[in-house]
């Protein structure tokens, strides 16, 4: 029994100094806060790294990482390395990736109405686009994506998206019907543009640039910034100025990523949020009209579209269509939207 006792009582000691022995390898004193363990976030995005839509994740990873004191870290993952947009959303919906962009008709497959979001000519212009978005309108929307699985962060700015094509100049409606033309993978874009003539063609945007070398399709709509840095301008031939919507890439987390925070990392990722978004926001309206004289430089031959009225014209029907199948909140939400013009 005496025996047993010191047996103890060696193995008391022996941790008593194990314990000393690491506190002061660690350099923590008695009565000294413990710092959190780093907290590491992926990010994915669907487009190249000097996209102002990659560019506005890194800026998010940098302001996280300086206000938290390198506590919390955000990697991105550009060009679609953490999947498809789909693939992402669903990874962060059961909580397998942390965060993401996509665009804003493409979350309507979890919130129906956002389909409304991407109805061409929608918007009178960027300017009313965005304070639609930071409106209560757009914190309705993070409250029903909520409910999803994700959450928003911020609003980016992605630019105007323009048709290009292979087959001929877009100046008018005409000139658009019968263009198979690859569009995202977005009720609202595909419904725009049955109606303006064209033959759309839902495709992951990893695959725009193969499909457009292949032929199998002839032309694709996206603003001009990934139309430059992802070297669609080696595959198109005519790109058309035709503006026909004003498109924003939303930035969530997962909700589960989200409820895993500690309420100051919460508090850092929000605060450097609205810096990141107004950084994206300035590089995204200063790039593109240097972009599209680069575009020209790089051998793409560019044209306006002077009667736009009569493009925006064909599509007000769907306007109808959203509410009688959506009802109420859809008539409500065109309503917001018209009277921040």
């Not at 976030?41 to 994740?57: I, N």
């Not at 605060?271 to 051998?299: M, P």
């Amino acid at each position: 029994m005496l025996k047993k006792s010191r047996i103890v009582a060696t193995w008391a000691i022996c941790l008593v100094f194990l314990g000393l022995c690491l506190s002061g390898c660690s350099g923590v004193k008695s009565g000294e806060p413990v710092i959190s363990p780093k907290v590491i976030l992926k990010l994915g995005t669907e487009t190249a790294l000097s996209t102002p839509e990659t560019r506005g994740s890194q800026k998010l990873a940098e302001l996280v990482k300086e206000k938290s004191n390198g506590t919390l870290l955000i990697e991105v993952f550009e060009n679609a390395k953490l999947g498809t947009m789909k693939e992402r959303d669903e990874g962060m919906r059961m909580g397998t990736v942390d965060m993401g962009t996509s665009s804003v008709g493409f979350l309507a497959s979890y919130v129906p109405i956002a389909g409304i979001f991407d109805l061409p000519y929608i918007y009178k212009d960027k300017a009313h686009e965005l304070r639609v978005f930071d409106s209560e309108v757009g914190r309705e929307i993070d409250k029903n994506l909520q409910a999803q699985g994700l959450r928003v962060v911020c609003y980016f700015d992605a630019g105007t998206r323009q048709i290009t094509n292979n087959r001929r100049p877009v100046r008018k409606v005409a000139d658009i019907k019968g263009i198979r033309i690859r569009v995202p993978q977005a009720e609202a874009s595909v419904e725009g543009f049955k109606a303006l003539g064209a033959i759309p063609t839902p495709l992951p945007f990893g695959e725009v640039y193969a499909a457009l070398r292949q032929g199998v399709v002839e032309g694709q709509e996206n603003p001009i910034s990934i139309i430059m840095y992802n070297r669609l301008y080696e595959v198109q031939k005519y790109l058309s100025l035709t503006n026909h919507q004003m498109f924003i890439q939303v930035l969530t987390i997962s909700e589960k990523t989200w409820q895993r925070l500690s309420s100051a990392h919460q508090k850092v990722l929000v605060e450097s949020a609205v810096e990141a978004q107004a950084y994206q926001r300035d590089i995204a309206a200063a790039e593109e009209v240097a972009l599209i004289k680069t575009l020209r430089e790089k051998g793409m031959e560019v044209n306006d579209v002077k009667d736009a009225a009569a493009f925006a014209e064909r599509t007000k029907p769907l306007r109808e269509i959203y509410i009688k199948k959506l009802g109420q909140p859809a008539k409500d939400l065109f309503d917001k939207i018209d009277a921040l013009r």
